[in-house]
T-cell receptor, first 114, second 113 residues
Framework: DQQVKQNSPSLSVQEGRISILNCDYT??????FLWYKKYPAEGPTFLIS?????DKNEDGRFTVFLNKSAKHLSLHIVPSQPGDSAVYFC?????????????FGKGTTLSVSS | KAGVTQTPRYLIKTRGQQVTLSCSPI?????VSWYQQTPGQGLQFLFE???????NKGNFPGRFSGRQFSNSRSEMNVSTLELGDSALYLC????????????FGPGTRLLVL
């Protein structure tokens, strides 16, 4: 039973265009959402987060949108750069079996071509 | 500030053996969590330690255990290794248990033959 789902395993975008990565969740008790980026042979790197009481958070080229009624969040990267090519994980924290552990989606591989 | 460090980075073991992995959190961080990453299951939570006490535990068998020392360093042990334990084991730290953001180390790649 996957509580956090990233339904697109991969996404290809041209340099300079917008990348939109999507994430759906099922548990309405999640109170915080995070995005991590992961390069091969490295650990995930924290990118941006959003509290469940907000609907948007922006940090430079990265913006996360949260739609609580749809249980959906998205990460927008504008403009996309080749260095953004990586696996992106959506994660949620909240009331779950594991306390305040993060529950991760399975990731979306973003490829940005120049 | 130095990041989360994990040792060793790579490990090869055979079925039935046991293994110990080590994690040093970011200075000042007292909470350490462990995750297992496999291609099929993604990142799955193993357990979290805070102030030398296990705070939370994921859905893994008892062969997986851990501990935390007074300096916040943590070790994870897997006994009676199985082929399916081959994975990237990631350690993450945060200042306090329950804080939103966790910072990950580079991971230990374990291969069980």
């Amino acid at each position: 039973d996957q509580q956090v789902k990233q339904n697109s395993p991969s996404l290809s975008v041209q340099e300079g265009r917008i990348s939109i990565l999507n994430c759906d969740y099922t548990n309405s008790m999640f109170d915080y959402f995070l995005w991590y980026k992961k390069y091969p042979a490295e650990g995930p790197t924290f990118l941006i987060s959003i509290s469940s009481i907000k609907d948007k958070n922006e940090d430079g080229r990265f913006t996360v949108f949260l739609n609580k009624s749809a249980k959906h969040l998205s990460l927008h990267i504008v403009p996309s750069q080749p260095g953004d090519s990586a696996v992106y994980f959506c994660a949620a924290r909240g009331d779950n079996q594991a306390g305040t552990a993060l529950i991760f989606g399975k990731g979306t591989t973003l490829s940005v071509s120049s | 500030k130095a990041g989360v460090t994990q040792t060793p980075r790579y490990l090869i073991k055979t079925r039935g053996q046991q293994v110990t992995l080590s994690c040093s959190p970011i200075s000042g961080h007292r909470s350490v969590s462990w995750y297992q990453q496999t291609p099929g299951q993604g990142l799955q939570f193993l357990f979290e330690y805070f102030s030398e006490t296990q705070r939370n535990k994921g859905n893994f068998p008892g062969r997986f255990s851990g501990r935390q020392f007074s300096n916040s360093r943590s070790e994870m042990n897997v006994s009676t290794l199985e082929l399916g334990d081959s994975a990237l084991y990631l350690c993450a730290s945060r200042r306090l248990a329950g804080e939103e953001t966790q910072y990950f180390g580079p991971g230990t790649r374990l291969l069980v033959l």
